[in-house]
Structure formats: C-alpha cells, structure tokens
C-alpha cells in the first residue's frame, strides 16, 4: 500500500468515534476498528483510469460523481466493525442484510443477557392502517400503562423460569427457549461501505420500524459522516434527500405542469391508483407515496 494512503487512512481514524453509542434502553453501538477513508475510495476508482492523486475538490467531485451514477465497487475499499447490542427482534432484522461477516452472543455457551428493551407507556404505537408491516399513531396514555405493567410481568416471568432451569441443570441451548425476543443479544458486524450504505438508506428511512432506525441513525449522522465525510454527504444528496419517480410518477408530474390537477386526476383514476367512494378518495400506496413526493416537489395535489 503506498505509505500517504496509510498515514491518511490512519489519520482519518482518529476522526471515528471512540466511544459506545447508547440505543433505546440498554442498547449500544460501538466501533471497534476501521479500514479506508473517503480517499481509498478515490484512489480505487482512479485505478481504472492511471491516473495519479489530485486535489481535495476533485475527489469530492470524483465521489459525488460514483455516488450519482451507481458505480458502487470504490466504496467496497472501506470496511467498519462494529459491536452492537441490540434486541432480538431488531436483530431479526438487521441480520436480513446478508452482505456482512457477523459473530453473534450464542446462548449455548453463555448465559443470555439479562436485560430486555422496554416500552414507555407513551411509546405503544397502532397498527398502520396503510402499510401492514409498520405501525401509525401512538396509543393513548392509560392503554400504555397496561401494556407496559403487562410487559415487565411478562419478561420478569420469564427471566425467572429461564433461571430456575439453569439452576436445575437444564442445557443451556434449552433452557433459552421461552425468552421474549426483547431479550437483548449482543455481535461484531463487519460491513464494507458500500453495503453498509444500502442498510443505512433502508433503515433510516422514515418507513423503517422505530428501533433499528434508532440504530441506524447513530451509525450514519454519528459515525459514518465523521467516517467518510466527502461519501456521507453525497449520500445524503443523491439518496436519503432525493426523489425517485418511477415513469407513472413522471407522467403524473408532466401532466400537473401541462394539463393541470384535473386532469392528473383523470389519468390517475385510470391507472387505478385512486377511487371515490361515499368516505372520500381512497388512494392504493404507490398513490400515497406519490403524494409525499408531490408535497416535496411543490405541486398541488390532484384528488384534494
């Protein structure tokens, strides 16, 4: 390796956090090692051309222009390792993101940790009525208090028995069974940027369940952006702050502008994406994505 990208790559390690990050409870996030900086990004793209080191504008300009058009491989040269604790449910499905090396607490060879993530009785949240894996408006207060009373039996209970077994000699790959997947777990997830990217923009959008975004906005907006600054903010302007508008999208934008409401209305109606009724216009969730999307764009919204 040429020693300047070494020294810069070292130097660049000191910018990362050496600390735990606390998440939700009894949650945390900390680094444990780094490889490569925003220029082991650019030195690998500039591989293909021959081309040697250049100024710091053009190297933001060379990563803003990798970001913009897809070219993912450079930012695969940096790698991050993290250690993690988090609840099994959350890590259900941070673990879904098959793109990284992993080493998980085994409750075979240890005892499992003795915390859960808890709820606060403001904290209870209904089933969305538009998107059936996510959830909507908070649960009024005095449900809360039920719920979370009812959740500190449930876990204390369990904890309990789970103990009682390990007491009585009951294996332990047995005994763990019957604890609730709030029970926290802990693991070293190793991840390139690249793919570290695609977690964060899925995990950080607004849709994503409430506590691994909690995660996965510590990792971006505290670590990843003193990480990888030139990358983090490109990915900010070409993903998480950008829109993306399929060709039902584009028409229905064009039409507005040329044609008006009205008329997007029309089109609309015939894409079948919304249809009145005694209540009101009811709108598939392509149309109410469309909307947000209109909303941000400025332009009115056709069925209102």
Not at 17 to 42: A, C, H, Q
Not at 173 to 183: G, N, V, Y
Request: hydrophobic share 35%; aromatic share 8%; charged share 30%.
């Amino acid at each position: 390796m040429n020693q300047n990208s070494t020294d810069s790559d070292n130097n660049n390690t000191k910018s990362v956090p050496d600390t735990s990050f606390p998440v939700l409870n009894d949650g945390f996030i900390r680094v444990v090692d780094t490889m490569g900086t925003d220029e082991s990004i650019v030195q690998a793209a500039r591989v293909s051309y021959g081309k040697g080191t250049k100024k710091s504008r053009e190297d933001r300009m060379l990563i803003r222009y990798l970001m913009r058009m897809g070219h993912t491989s450079p930012f695969e040269m940096c790698e991050i390792k993290f250690h993690i604790r988090v609840p099994m449910d959350t890590w259900r499905q941070w673990i879904r993101h098959r793109t990284a090396n992993v080493n998980e607490y085994s409750t075979r060879y240890s005892i499992a940790i003795d915390q859960a993530q808890t709820t606060d009785t403001d904290g209870w949240r209904e089933q969305s009525k538009a998107n059936h894996q996510g959830s909507g408006d908070f649960l009024p207060g005095e449900i809360g208090e039920a719920l979370t009373r009812e959740e500190t039996e449930i876990q204390k209970r369990a904890r309990d028995i789970y103990n009682q077994r390990i007491e009585r000699g009951v294996a332990r790959e047995q005994a763990r069974k019957d604890l609730p997947l709030s029970t926290y777990t802990e693991a070293y997830w190793k991840i390139d940027l690249h793919n570290l990217l695609h977690f964060l923009g899925l995990r950080m959008d607004s849709h994503a369940q409430k506590e691994i975004r909690a995660y996965a906005t510590i990792i971006g907006n505290e670590i990843v952006a003193k990480w990888v600054p030139m990358t983090w903010q490109a990915f900010l302007d070409y993903r998480v702050n950008s829109l993306r508008l399929s060709a039902r999208d584009l028409d229905i934008v064009k039409t507005i502008n040329t044609a008006g409401p009205e008329e997007a209305l029309k089109k609309l109606e015939s894409f079948r994406w919304v249809k009145k009724d005694v209540d009101g216009w009811k709108l598939i969730l392509e149309c109410t994505e469309l909307e947000t999307k209109l909303i941000k764009l400025g332009l009115p919204i056709p069925w209102e």
